[in-house]
């Protein structure tokens, strides 16, 4: 690094004045991180060994001084509530309704009120108490966000609509809040504790501190409270300071801090200021990102850039987060072949960690899936048991997973679940947090003895392993409260507020500080100088934030008056932080995002990119971010059939080639081959299986397969009832029927709830009464159905049922084109025939259908043409006949028929129709049809056929397979 920057010229200066007397100094900073590279500087100056200074941050110093620690800000919060109330209850002669959660956000505004009135030793006592005969009062209420609009409504269960209302509801909080302040200060100084601002406060004051016999040296800072100001003059001749400046902006905005401080402070670097700004060449690019994420993408290329070699150890280097959410898909866009070695000072949010997703499906499954009888609901179980940290702790969870998922068992019960830690019932806020903290420690003791642990190398390890300490941390500190505090919460509430706290909780990484590319947030390099520097998302609003005074219920024109933190101050505070950093720099890369949607609004420029751009002494190249834009052209997918996969073919449905392991075609394959090869490709000779989703609603085809079993297992009562068991075919008369349908709930019922409990429980019992309401009511409606078939039924009787869910298959001989005989296909066709019966002389097949309509037809190359509106239901029943035409098992007419359940008990008839011609005997049809459907099978063993995708749009509305397809819902 050059010798002129900032800390290398405080080390030069200190090892000049102090040399080997170095440890009887205090060197004071804004922050902790830059002691280290002081460190580093001050080895270069001096040969070791050498004792180092004592450092502290600013913080750290108040501290040492205090007779007080600063409390957990949560306790701070809870104290605050306790005094709130208690002061509201005695001036207003009625209790507090308001619950800790609710008070919360109002809370964190008051105590960062309270914490900047200490800080710039505000009199307290005056602001409070003389808010309300300020004139200017009644027409300034700008300053509140609407959320603090909406908040000072409800706390005063009013419904605020003009600025009279809520002026006096403004005025109230205020005409409390003196003494609100007083009280919450007693209690804190009765037990030793403080916030920040007090602490500070007190040190400024207390003019009992002596500081004679000390050396401290101040470096960095900029920007002082009253607080600060007053503890440094106070300590002024036992001190140096340092002060980092640059002529370029001390008159302006960005050094009106800095101004100030020399002229009181004094300066201990000679020829203050420099002018690094401007002597130094630079080389600045502005990038404008179409969109906020979208600007990690250009980080290999400005690595490239820069020509740092990836083994570089050197921290001269730096990545600049001005929106610090960005910091994960940094991270994933640094990669160690462009640079070996990455510092990142940030730290990593809890809230993108698994275990936080992971107490977030746990808080769920107490909350809202909690069911009946100690039960949870399998919508909110599995998702725990899918989560790996679930695995770690219950080696079952996938396995039972599986059993719940295949049994749809909506509330499974803990001999089910076997975990008792994970399934443990909670039953209040207090429960609930101790619930979550055994369970993230178990699971930090499961991952740390894990043969699952991923590569050292891996920065997501430790990571990992950190936020589960971090996580337990606030749970332990959450539950210390709850049990200690004298406070209590509901779960939700409870809830919200650990999400809170988790929000705000980071996860540190381990590095090595002050080697090679540097990754951090914009305060944390003060003091801090780079030679190459990219700035990500210096966007107005990120660069200055601009949101202090959103923050504050103190209106702007007292804040100002008073010396408090304003948006001001704030703007010149990022100003100063904003320059300095850039001031020494020589390849600096601004890159800002122009998309609205992703900034929040935030889509312009920073007003200092703009303020450097109109100075015409310096050099600026202005680029735009491209992302190559393609139209989503889905391509059409098309699987030749090569020779391996013709073999394939050949293995799985040709009985000359495989006799013991070929299978049969049903017509339901053989209507997906002609709607879409592809999906049959897919779904019979690839297998893939599609993934079954638990669901307590009933899909369509779910539906059908009920209804169709439950009409089995009805119609073989009646015939166990009324006929010989050891026939397969039985008569059915109008009095067999009749009474079924005029007394038949409770035999229905029975029968319906077995299909159920075969069908969609998968052979787990169940009864009526533990059906939701969807389920209960497609149990009604397959009964209403089962009664419409009766009433059919009754019409036509007598007729003979010759067998229910009849099986029936035919083998058949298939040439194909250019092949020699010994190589046809010998391929078996069948099926089942929901009821085959006899009546009247002739045969009928006859196919339920719970769905759908239209059974007519015009021509039969219709049924074996793709398009949108293909009869698949009679090309189905045609097949069917054609087996048995074939088969000569009846010598009498065949008539294929399609009873849709919804024309049940009406005079309609179920039989197909050819152009509105009922087709009383399939036989006349046969020898026209059985030459196409072959044809159409043959097509799958002819190799010059691909598996092509369908054209047809609407075959791809329901497929399982359209997201292979590429296809869009």
Known sequence: MNNSNFLALVAQSLAVRFGNRLADVTVVFPGRRTRLFLNQYLCQEMPPPIWAPKYMSADELFESLADKTVADNVQLIVDLYHSYKKIYTYKHNKPLNETLDEFFFFGEILLSDFDDVDKNMVNADALFSNLEDLDRLKDDFSHLTDRQREEIARRFGKAFTGS????????????????????????????RIAYRGMIMRDAAENTAL????????????NALSKSEETLFLRMKNSALFYWDSDE????????????????????????????????????????????????????????????????????????????EALLPAVMHSVSPQKTENVNITMGFPVTQTPVAGFLSLLSEMQTAGSGKNNTFHSKYVLPVLQHPYATLLFPEASRTAKKISEENIFYPDINILKNEQIFARTTDAVSLCRYLLEITESVGKASETSGQNISRENVYDGLYKESIFRTWQTLNRLHGLMQTGGWTLEKPAFLRLLRKLLSVTQVPFHGEPVKGLQIMGLLETRSLDFKNLLLLSVNEGFMPS??????????????????????????????????????????ITLVYSTDK???????????????????????????QLQFPVQPMNTPKIEIKKTAELMARIKSLFDFNTSPGSAKPISPSSLNTLIDCPLRFYYKKIEGYATEDEMSEEIDSSVFGTIFHRAAELLYKDIHLHWG?????????????????????????EQIITKAFTEIFFNGRKTDISSYNGEQILNFRIISRLLKRLLQFDINRAPFTVLGLEYKISEEYTISIPGTKPQQDIRLKIGGIIDRLEESGGK???????????????????????????????????????????????????????????????????????????????????????????????????????????????????????????????
């Open 210 to 221: 002596d500081f004679s016999g000390q050396q401290f040296v101040f470096a960095g800072f």
């Open 597 to 623: 949607n992703q900034t929040a609004g935030k889509a312009e420029m920073s007003r200092f990119m703009l303020q450097m751009l109109v100075d015409r002494r310096l050099d600026i190249k202005r680029y």
């Open 843 to 969: 045969i009928m097949v006859l196919d339920y259908k719970t769905g759908g309509k239209g059974k007519q037809y015009k021509d039969l190359g219709e049924l074996v043409t793709a398009s949108s509106n293909r009869a698949s239901h009679i090309f189905q029943t045609f097949v069917y006949s054609t087996i048995l035409v074939r088969s000569n098992r009846f010598n009498q007419p065949v008539v294929p028929a399609l009873l849709y359940l919804q024309e049940a008990g009406t005079d309609i008839s179920p039989v197909v129709l050819h152009d509105g011609i009922p087709v009383e005997d399939f036989r006349s049809i046969y020898p026209d049809f059985e030459p196409l459907f072959l044809q159409k099978a043959g097509e799958l063993f002819n190799p010059d056929i691909p598996f092509r995708q369908t054209v047809i749009k609407s075959n791809c509305e329901y497929c399982e397979y359209r997201e292979l397809c590429k296809i869009k819902k």
């Open 724 to 748: 010989n068991i050891n026939d397969k075919s039985f008569e059915i008369k109008p009095e067999h029927l009749a009474p079924l349908l005029h007394n038949t709930e409770h035999h229905l």
């Open 546 to 587: 601009g949101n202090t005074e959103e923050k504050s219920f103190i209106p702007r024109f007292i804040r100002r008056s008073l010396g408090l933190s304003t948006t001001e101050r704030e703007d010149s505070i990022y100003a100063y932080t904003f320059y300095r950093l850039i001031q020494r720099a020589e390849n």
């Open 164 to 191: 009279s209302e809520l002026q006096e509801a403004f005025l109230n909080i205020w005409d409390i809040l003196g003494d609100v302040y007083r009280d919450f200060k007693q209690s804190l100084a009765a037990r």
């Open 248 to 323: 370029y902006y001390l008159n302006t905005e960005a050094g009106k801090h800095i101004r100030n401080n020399i002229i009181k402070f004094g300066s201990a670097l000679d020829n203050q200021p420099v002018n690094n700004f401007l002597s130094q060449k630079k080389k600045i690019t502005y990038i404008a990102s179409p969109s906020e994420s979208g600007q990690t993408g250009f980080i290999p290329e400005w690595l490239d850039s820069t020509g740092i070699n990836p083994k570089n150890t050197a921290p001269d280097s730096a990545i600049i987060l001005c929106n």
